[in-house]
Each structure stands twice: as structure tokens, then as C-alpha cells.
């Protein structure tokens, strides 16, 4: 009996030993391992100079997250040309005040914010596994799915008044721009189309002519927001959302978006076509995860330092 059973006992014991090592890296180590990606856009018209933008999203704050904040103020070091904030800043109620102390130092650079569906509402326990069915029957968010019932509202005011104090501007469903020694900029941004409060219609029409480079700005890199961007003629759009997949599968990559972009798209520079044009996309995979989810495999944490350079 010993010999009959003793290796399939040995190979269920490191079977386990194996997954509970791998929880324990993906909900106490990966989540706290902070990365900073460099990326070049050749995207400026030729003779302007460089430009480098810092993009961070999806911080998801929780109380307590000492290390994500002296993190992101640490990001100041790098004296980016502006910033861009790409939404879902909270996972916790009580966490306004630690957000802004962790962007404090950020916020005395230029900068554009965008919000996400966590900016306005608390998350809530919700079984993994939805993602995956939510993909295969194309729902995500209110795109599809029933209206959430009894949501906490978030206190998104008060990130707000911080935001424009600072002189970051506002890009939900506007438009906006920076003055920097670069030239001038302009954005046009969109409220989150995760949960359906995007308004293309409202900024419809193009880059700003009158400036020397435009952007687009979403939370939610959803394809009718990609589309429309793309096909105004927007050189690059800045989204985040996807959290990188969160749970990745080693040499195979992401298995859920959150939203109808393809997981081959989901982190970092890719392209997106639409309407005979062509633009760039940069997806960040975020520095956080919502508060009953917070893991993260094969996809750490991260802040995007983009240098935008001149077209050949």
C-alpha cells in the first residue's frame, strides 16, 4: 500500500506546497514589487522636442499602503514634463487623504486627469471567475451587464478640488491643454466608458489645430472609444483600466481585459486602426487592484515614463 500510494501523495503534497507558495507571491510579494516602464512614441511633428509624460492609473489606494505611496512620491524624481492620470485612484472610502499625500509631489508638475469607474463608486466582492464569462459573452461593466444596486459613492469631490487646485486639468469629456516650453498641448479627454458615461459626441472633431500636438485621454480603452479617437486622427491615445490582465499566465499573457480590447493589447505600446487612420495606444497596467482583489501574477505594479519624440 505504501509503494501503490506514496508517490501519488508525494506529487498532491508539491502540487500544494506549489499553489500555496504561489498565493502567497501573488497576494504578498508582486503586488508591492513596483516597476517603472520606460517606452519611446515616435509621435511629435518633426522639430519639436522631446517630451516626457508620466502616466499613472489605477492606484486603487487602500489605507495603510505605505510602500504604493512613498512609491508614487518617489515618481517625482523623475521631473516629468507633465503627468497623466488615467482614473481609478481609490479602493477605500477613507483613502482620500493618503492618495493625495502619495501624489502630492507629483502634482507640482503639469498634469491631465481622467476618471474611472472607481473614482466614483466603491468596489465590491465579486467572484473572479465573472471576468472570464463576461468576456466569452461580451459584458463588461454597464456594457451589458444591469445596473449596479446599493453602490458606495465615492467621496471623488474632494480628489477633484485637489486635482484643479494643483492646476491639473480636468479632461472629462472636454477638452483642455498645456502651455510648456515644448509647445503647446492639447488633450481631449472622455469619462469612463466602463461605465457607459463616455461622451464622444461632446468633443467630436479632431486635434486641436491650433496647438503643436494632441492627445487622447480614457480610463477604459473600450474600441468605440479607440475608434473615435483614432479615426478623429489622434496621434496617440493613453488609457488604463485593464490592469495589465492582473493574473497573467506565465509565456502566455493575459486572459481578461475588463473590457472588449483584445488581451494581445492589454499592457503596454501597441497600434489601433480605425477609419483609415492609424494611432498609437498605451495601455498601463496600473500600480494597484481593487481592495477584495488584491493579487497580482506574472504582471507587477507599475508607472509608465513615456518620452514622445519627433516622427521621422
Known sequence: MRARY?????????????????LVYAAGIE??????????????????ADLRVLQVSDIHMVCGQDKKRAWLQKLAGLRPDFVVNTGDNLSDTEAVPELL??????MEFP??????SNDYYGPRLRNPALYLLEKAQGRHGLNG???????VHNPWEGIKDAFDAAGWVDLTNTRGGLKLPQGDLAFTGL???????????RVAGGPDASADFSLGIVHAPYLRALDAFTADGYELVLAGHTHGGQLCIPFYGALVTNCDLDTDRVKGL?????GGHTSYLHVSAGCGANRFTPVRFACPPEATLLTLTARA
Not at 503586488?31 to 518633426?46: E, K, Q
Not at 451587464?145 to 453602490?151: D, E, L, M, Q, T
Open 111 to 116: 498634469g491631465v486627469y481622467v476618471f474611472g
Open 145 to 151: 451587464n444591469k445596473p449596479v444596486v446599493g453602490a
Open 191 to 201: 469619462d469612463d466608458p466602463h461605465i457607459k458615461r463616455d461622451r464622444y459626441e
Open 6 to 22: 506514496g508517490l501519488p501523495l508525494k506529487i498532491t503534497a508539491g502540487v500544494a506546497a506549489t499553489a500555496a507558495a504561489g
Open 270 to 274: 501597441s497600434t489601433h486602426t480605425a
Open 101 to 106: 499625500d502619495a501624489l502630492g509631489p507629483l
Open 31 to 48: 503586488p508591492r514589487s513596483f516597476r517603472l516602464r520606460r517606452i519611446t512614441v515616435p509621435v511629435l511633428p518633426p522639430g519639436m
